[in-house]
Every structure is written in C-alpha cells, then in structure tokens.
C-alpha cells in the first residue's frame, strides 16, 4: 500500500451543517497555507494544537470561511504533519477545497490510509487500527465498548509482556544449538512450560469471547419459530413498530426467511422470521422451511411460539392449562437447541384467552419447570407483554465482560491466529513433556511468536495490510 505524499480526503459523511477535511504529510501544512488566509499569520509560524480562524481563498475569492487546526509531527494521529479543515458542508465547498488542494500537489487518500499511517508510525498496533473501524461501525452501548477497550490498547497489552517473555526463551533456546555437542542449557524448561500454560490459558479465555463477540458485532440472531399462523410476522412487526412482515390468517404464506435488526439495551439483535413448520406438498414451502431450520442452526436464541389463543376456549382453567402444556411438548418435539443456543418459549394471543385473574402467571411458571425454558405469555397483536419478552432477550447475551473491561475478540482474523496459536502452544507443551530437542522446542515456540505477532502487526505484510484497509472509509 502506498503511503507517501500528502494526502486529503473529507473526514465526515455526507449531511449536517459543518464538515472536516484532513489533509496529512510532510508538506500538509505548506499546501494549507497557500489557499488559507487567517488574521493570526500563517500556519507554517504557528504551533501544533492550535485553531486558527480564516478564509479559504482561489485566487481573490473566498471559498469559505473556516477553522484550521494544526497538528505537528510527530504529535498527530498519523505521526505526520497535520491539518484538519472545518468548513460548511456544502458539497460544492468541499470539492473546491479538495481540488484546491490536489492542485497545490496534495492527492486523494485511499481507504483508511490515515490510519495506515498512524499504524506505520507506532502510533497504534493493528488491533488498534481495526478498532478504529470498528468504532466507527459500531450502532449500539455493546458494541460500542468492545470497539473502545480494544481501541484503548487493552488487548494488546495482554500479549505484549506475554510475547517478550517467550522471545526471551526462544532466544535462549536458539543459543543452546550453538553450544549443541557441549550439551548446555540455558532455558529453563520448568519456567518455558510455566509461560506457555499461561499464554495457553490465556488464548484459551480470548477464543472463548469470541461467541459473544462476534455475535455483538454481527447482531445477535433470533429465529422466531413455530407452526403456522402462530404469529410470528406478528410478533416481528410488533418488536419493530412497523409492519415489516406480511401478515395473513391464511397459514403458510411466509415462505421466506425475513430478517430485521433491533437494539435492545444497547445490543444489536437481527431477528429472522421464518415460515411455518409444518408437513406440507407445497414445493414452494418446503423450500422456505428447509431455510427455516437452517436460520435456527446459525441462531443464538429461539423464541419457540405457540397460539395459546384458542386452546381450550371455554373449558375450566385446569383444562386450558394442560391443553396449552401439551402444546408447548408437542412443538418442543419438532426443535432441539445446540449447546451454546438459548431458547424461550412465547405464549401467543392471549389476547384471545384471557383467562382468570394471575392464570397466565402462574401457567408460564409451571412450564418454565417443567421444560426447563423461559416462557413469556404475551399478544403480539395488541402488544401486551413484550418488556418481559425484550428483558428475557436481553439477560439471554451476558454483556458484563464487554463493559468490565475485558479483552473480548470479535474479528475473525484475530480468531483464527489465536486458533493456530493454541495447537502450536500445544505443540510446544507436548515436545516440553518429550524432552525434544532445543531446535524444534524453539520451532514451535516461534510458530506461536509469528501467530501472536500477527494479531498486533508485529509481523505482516502488504496483502494483509491492504485487505484489512480497504474496508476503511476514505476520510480515516
């Protein structure tokens, strides 16, 4: 990826009133100073972190007024030279500015090319920088404090005492092969097997986070299922507050998988209404329930519903009750969540059922201990009882860690070296048992340096780099 020259690239999306423009390199505050006109003299004579009020002129004529802020290298968030232009947000204002400037010898920045050089500076490790994206991607409180603490440097500072000390002992480790026929030692193998335990344990918590993190970052997924015409398209809607899914007394007419994000207390949820599960000759339906129990594969929750409405109508509560509990056993025939799944059984239309002062409190708890799972009486029709269903969502995605301060990963990338680097931990913990020699202990211990180094950017390359940035806005 190239990285020299000055650059420049609007900083802020389109809309507001004001926008910024950056423009960084060794010759970024020379090239303001000659479309930048301001009372207080030139920028080239002022000191960094400071604003400077004045006018962007072509020529004789004034472009804008503005405020310029200075940064000087190597105090800036790229290390370099730095100026950051708030102007109006006139679209026609930023491109004069920028053709201005392109003009003067700047160039237009690439995707994340700003943060490509604070990355280069030192300024930030790569976890850091794909933070930056992160924060920048982020839509609620959840993933909004994973983002921050990985941004603060929390993950990396986890690895970094860590990865000095097994250089330390690689280094060791490597000098026993030059004293190999002398058959000296100078790595304490008691204290080597001491840290990769560590750093194994260590590995182990961070790959553990990644359910959780992951699933904050893409959206927690919820499949609403259930037989037809259960209300599901109902329920959807009913949590979006707008009518999102079509809704029809005729059963079987979703034939799709519907999905729709909501943010509940800060988490991002994706909820997936699915068709009907039913047998059915229809081909058209069967493809839309064969997509159904592929969405409850790739769920984190399910919310099994079951029309609690007309079952039992009319008969005494003892009746309704067990009519409704055979219900709920026969539809928990038909699902069977994964271990790391959670599922809530809703109790649909109880509206049409209202039943006796308390019945439905008391009936959703006797289920509760005979299943084993939450179960919330609510109508999706009229609204009635959707806190406790939000609330049961909510508690169901154990956040703590991501606002305790807790290092959790949410990028595959990450994921995936700290995958290959726990089966060369193992690797090196089992040749430590073997008393292997020293050349291949050091190999295994430097596979796990490599695939730690990775993580930080310690070790990289421009593939790797490019692949990362590209997904960058310009402006960072």
Known sequence: METIGTIVAPATAPGGALAVIRVSGSEAIAL??????????????????????????????????????????????????MVEISCHASPYILQQIIQLLIAAGARIAA???????????????????????????????????????QLRGGYSAEFSALRGELVRLVSLLELELD?????????DR???????????????????SFALGNAVKQGVGVAIVGSPNVGKSTLLNALLKEERALVSEIPGTTRDVIEEALNIDGIPFRFIDTAGIRATDDALEKMGIERTFSSISRSRIILLMVDAGEIGAGASKAIRGSAVRQAVRDALEKITPSEDQKMGIILNKIDKNRGETGEWESLTATLKAETGYPVVAVSAKEGTGLGALTLFLAESVAVEPLYNGSTVISNVRHHEALRHAKKSLECAMQGLQNNISADLLAQDVREVLHYIGTITGEITNDEILGAIFSGFCIGK
């Open 32 to 81: 303001c100073d000659g479309i930048f006109r301001g009372p207080g003299g030139t920028l080239s004579a002022a000191r960094g972190y400071t604003l400077h009020y004045g006018e962007i002129v072509n020529g004789r004529a004034v472009v804008d007024q503005v405020v310029a802020s200075l940064f000087r290298a190597p105090r800036s968030y790229t290390g370099e030279d």
């Open 111 to 149: 995707p994340g090319e700003f943060t490509v050089r604070a990355f280069l500076a030192g300024k930030i490790d790569l976890v850091q920088a794909e933070a930056v994206a992160d924060l920048i991607a982020s839509t609620g409180r959840a993933d909004h404090a994973m983002a921050a603490n």
């Open 179 to 187: 004293f190999g026929e002398e058959d000296v030692t100078f790595a």
């Open 190 to 208: 008691a204290e080597l097997a001491g840290l990769l335990a560590q750093i194994t344990e260590k590995v182990s918590v961070l790959l553990d």
